[in-house]
């Protein structure tokens, strides 16, 4: 299946090179944000004149659990670029259950929309590849710290920077303990305000961004806690994924919980507990529920290979 899929960053015109040659062949399994969870104001106009033209199957795979309250307070100009790309995808695959009822009650999608978790098995040939040395580099000063903690997101309030880093520094303040962070960040959404109330006075926290997945999975597994801070979650796979690596997880109660430790969004008292417990003592075994999950992740793969076709077809499809 592999060689009839070709996988690309959206934000490279080099999409446009793959449809010239493909036309109205295509079958695209989208998992941007910003053709529809983070309509963006160029790209999105480019994407859907796109689709006029060639005609594209387009498959959208909607994963951000924060889009529903989002919406909300989307400006006017956002709500009508998030209109038109509903109106011209073909169909939905969701990770949820709350967000297809959201589609169909909310937003009158009358569109076929498919519930399946975004958990898929990460290949052993992604698992084992090294650090690049400019990872490496930027990761000497927090590798030094005695303890230590990573988290993924973005800078918005939305994904709790603040809020674990305020825990690490409570932490480091009440037991004495050298404990770093470090915060891998998603460059699809930015605070610089909220970045800078964040990062102010804390040499111990440490950022890296846009990190290949590949590297982030080496990047976990040196550390001793995942720490998932976010207020809503669609699934939550970067979880599922820390467990793989052997990694105890602390996570706010929505999407995935299974095998973690769980807190209220913003309580930072009780993140601060669970971050120093886990720290102190550890976890149970995650072997069996990080086997459980790998079980779930075939299914999920099953059944999206029969949703969108992709195993009858004999076109090629883009990624």
């Not at 973690?260 to 008292?269: A, C, P, Q, S, V």
Request: include cysteine; proline fraction near 3%.
């Amino acid at each position: 299946m592999d060689e009839q899929i070709d996988r690309l960053n959206h934000r490279h015109l080099g999409v446009i090179r793959l449809l010239l040659q493909q036309g109205g062949k295509a079958r695209i399994v989208d998992f941007s944000h910003f053709h529809l969870e983070y309509p963006h104001e160029i790209l999105l106009p480019i994407w859907l004149s796109a689709k006029l033209l060639f005609g594209f199957y387009w498959y959208k795979y909607i994963l951000d659990g924060s889009l529903p309250s989002r919406y909300q307070n989307f400006t006017a100009l956002q709500r009508s670029l998030f209109r038109r790309a509903i109106d011209a995808i073909d169909e939905f695959i969701v990770v949820s259950d709350e967000l297809a009822r959201w589609l169909k009650e909310t937003i009158k999608v009358t569109q076929r929309i498919t519930v399946i978790p975004c958990l898929l098995n990460i290949p052993e040939a992604i698992v084992a590849r090294t650090l690049s040395a400019e990872t490496e580099k930027q990761l000497q000063q927090f590798l030094k710290h005695q303890r230590k903690v990573c988290t993924i997101g973005t800078f918005i309030s939305d994904y709790g920077f603040a809020h674990v880093a305020n825990a690490i520094e409570r932490l480091r303040a009440e037991d004495g303990e050298d404990i770093g962070l470090l915060l891998l960040e998603g460059a699809f959404a930015t605070d610089d305000e909220y970045r800078r109330q964040v990062l102010a006075d804390r040499p111990w926290i440490t950022v890296l961004k846009n990190v290949p997945n590949p590297e982030v999975y080496q990047i976990l597994r040196r550390c001793d806690l995942f720490a998932r801070t976010v207020g809503l979650e669609g699934y939550g796979i970067s979880r599922i994924e820390a467990i793989w690596c052997g990694v105890p997880v602390v996570a706010t109660s929505v999407g995935e919980t299974r095998g973690m430790l769980t807190y209220e969004f913003g309580d930072e008292r009780k993140l601060a507990e669970l971050i120093r417990m886990v720290l102190l003592n550890g976890v149970s075994d995650l072997t069996s529920t990080g086997e459980l999950f790998r079980s779930e992740a075939d299914q999920n793969l099953q059944k999206f290979v029969e949703t969108t076709s992709l195993r009858e077809s004999s076109q090629q499809n883009i990624r």
